[in-house]
């Protein structure tokens, strides 16, 4: 239990509160999962795309996404603090991350 705090702090889900300056600060791309079909890719991950977030209050929750697997719109945002958590949400392609 006692790493509980670090992985939140690494690998979270984006709340209401999260828009494009946390993500900027978090300095990594945003997380998207497909509640659909499990599919999972990043967005922002482009450098220009990614300086683009600076200074944009957009709420991260406000942001349309449509699933080009399964064509759902419902996604679930993850945040991530590191490269190791961040390549590691793409390593599993289906299935919630381990907490
Ligand atoms: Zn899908």
Redesign the pocket.
Known sequence: MSDLPYRRATFRQADRTDNKVSLYNSGQPLGVE?V??G?RALTFADPKAFARLQGDMTRLQALKFK?T??G?REVQLWMFYSDEHREKFMERPVGGPEF
């Open positions: 497909c659909g079909c599919r699933c697997k399964c759902s």
